[in-house]
């Protein structure tokens, strides 16, 4: 029996309401669906912000306020993004983490081309400013892998000393531009990270419950929401309060147990 973390991704930069209507989008909305999704079973979430255009944005005044809320909810485990707007520049992809002092920030480990019409930069003059500043406030990076070589430039800046050990991995498959959600392609991802890291893993679209349930056998922690799969099933849209429902269960009968923040915390090496 282990205890697996359950990370809910509610927003995400790029699905709007008329896709799908459970989206939230602003902060009162995120914070009472992260809120629902802490009950359901959810140690950690995974924070885009949107403007009020409804595009992703990295103004730190959304982030503050959006992180006030929630915590005057509950105690769930904050991991915000460093990423989700084309046109951040490298300072503002860190002011909101310096202002808030997180436990975790994504650090998505390279750059690619993203839906086949634009390009996801990360550059590495950013990835090694990332890097410091993340040590420098005390936020564990949580190294988004996209592709196969990411997982190399995360040993790069691990031997470098701009990532320190143990690694956080979150294994993002099935986005255009990057691996598919295959259970071959998160088997051998997995087999590649360093000894003694911790992982987790997600599908998006149609690879999201195989890629779940293969992450819960091999033995690492799962993401779900409605920022990776706006569907619960065939043609039926979901909340994120049903996605974590179902991982919560799917957890549960495989005999395994849910962790719960301070479990997470636990697992994960965070400080408080």
Not at 23 to 28: A, E, S
Not at 68 to 89: F, M, Q, R, Y
Not at 190 to 219: C, Q, R, Y
Request: glycine fraction near 8%; charge should be negative.
């Amino acid at each position: 029996m282990s205890k697996i973390i359950i990370t809910v991704a509610p927003t995400g930069a790029w699905p709007k309401k008329e896709q799908n209507p459970n989206v939230p989008m602003t902060p009162v909305e995120i914070a009472e669906d992260v809120f629902k999704c802490y009950k359901a079973g959810a140690s950690i979430a995974h924070l885009h912000m949107r403007d009020d255009d409804g595009n992703g944005t990295m103004s730190k005044e959304k982030f503050e306020e959006t992180v006030a809320l929630i915590k005057e909810k509950c105690d769930i485990v904050l991991n915000l993004t460093t990423s989700g707007d084309l046109n951040a520049t490298d300072e503002t992809r860190q002011e909101h983490l310096k202002a808030i002092r997180p436990e975790m920030a994504s650090y998505d480990c390279g750059t690619m081309n993203w839906m086949h019409n634009s390009v996801f930069m990360n550059h590495p003059r950013f990835l090694e400013s990332l890097g410091m500043t993340m040590q420098e406030y005390g936020v564990k990076p949580e190294i988004e892998i996209f592709d196969l070589g990411m997982i190399y430039n995360s040993l790069y800046y691990l031997k470098k000393g701009i990532l320190k050990a143990p690694l956080h991995y979150q294994f993002v498959l099935g986005a255009a531009g990057g691996a598919a959600g295959t259970v071959d392609n998160l088997l051998f991802m997995k087999n590649l990270i360093p000894e003694g890291s911790t992982w987790s893993a997600f599908g998006i679209g149609k690879s999201h419950v195989p890629i779940m349930l293969a992450a819960i056998a091999l033995g690492g922690h799962i993401r779900v929401g409605l920022e990776d799969n706006l569907y619960f099933g065939h043609g039926v849209l979901a909340t994120n309060e049903q996605l974590v429902v179902r991982a919560s269960n799917l957890v549960c009968e495989s005999g395994n147990e849910v962790a719960s923040p301070d479990e997470a915390r636990q697992i994960l090496g965070l400080a408080r």
